[in-house]
C-alpha cells in the first residue's frame, strides 16, 4: 500500500483489533436483529479523521489503487484470523447497476479484489442484486436508513450458496441498516452462514 500511503501512515490507521473479540461494536450493532457468524472491521472511522479521507478518495475521487491496496490489509487481517478461518465466499455489497455505471466501479468489489490478493478466496461476483437505487444515505437517522434499503437487494437464484459461509464486504458500517438489507435478501439461501468484515466502521 505504499504506492498510496507511505509505511509510517500505515502503521498509524486506527485499526480496530476486533477479530478475536465476539462482543465488538460491530458484532452488537447486529445483535438480535440478524445472525452473523463473526463481524469486523479493520479501521475506526471518524469523521474528520485519515480513515475518512481514505474512503473518499476512493469513493468519489476515483481511486481505485487506493481501493485495492485497502482490501489487501483487509485480506492480511482476515488470514490471520481464526474467526473467518471457515468462510467459502466474498461477497460484495453491491450498487444499483445505474449508480456503480455513473461511478465506473463498486467500491466494494475493489475491496474483494484487494482481500483476495493477499486471502485468496471466490467471490460470488454479482449473485446479490441491489434492485432498488436508494438515495445517499450519508445523513440519515437509523428508521431513514433502514427504511431506505430494505427492499433494495434481491437474490435471483438462492440454489447458488447453498451451504456456503458467505463474508460480506462493505466499505464503511454506520447503523447496519444496509448490511441488514443485504441479510434479508439472504434469508431464503438453505444452510447459509454469513460473516461481515467492513473496511471501517463508524
Known amino acids: 500500500m505504499e504506492e498510496c500511503l507511505c509505511a509510517g501512515c500505515i502503521n498509524e ?3 480496530t483489533r476486533f477479530h478475536e473479540d465476539p ?3 460491530v458484532e452488537q450493532l447486529f445483535k438480535g436483529k440478524v445472525e452473523l457468524e463473526a463481524a469486523s472491521a479493520l479501521l ?4 474528520t479523521g485519515s480513515v475518512q479521507r481514505i474512503l473518499h478518495r476512493i469513493k468519489y475521487h476515483h481511486d481505485r489503487e487506493m481501493g485495492v491496496h485497502l482490501g489487501r490489509l483487509m ?3 482476515l488470514a490471520a484470523s481464526e474467526r473467518f478461518a471457515t468462510v467459502d465466499t466474498l461477497l460484495a455489497v453491491p450498487l444499483h447497476k445505474r449508480k456503480e455505471r455513473t461511478r465506473g466501479y463498486n467500491q466494494s468489489e475493489l475491496l474483494v479484489e484487494g482481500i483476495q490478493q493477499a486471502w485468496p478466496h471466490p467471490s460470488a461476483g454479482k449473485e446479490l442484486m441491489r434492485v432498488v437505487r436508494t438515495p445517499s444515505q450519508t445523513k440519515r437517522g437509523r428508521l431513514d436508513r433502514w427504511l431506505n434499503v430494505k427492499e433494495a437487494f434481491h437474490l435471483p437464484d438462492p440454489e447458488a ?3 456456503k459461509h458467505v463474508l460480506i464486504i462493505d466499505d464503511v458500517v454506520t447503523t447496519g441498516a444496509t448490511i441488514e438489507g443485504c441479510i434479508k435478501a439472504l434469508r431464503d439461501v438453505p444452510d447459509l452462514r454469513v460473516s461481515l468484515f467492513t473496511a471501517a466502521c463508524a
Not at 44 to 47: E, L, Q
Open 75 to 77: 485480506g492480511e487481517d
Open 161 to 163: 450458496l447453498r451451504g
Open 44 to 47: 475506526h472511522f471518524s469523521a
Open 23 to 25: 462482543d465488538n461494536r
Open 13 to 15: 490507521l486506527p485499526r
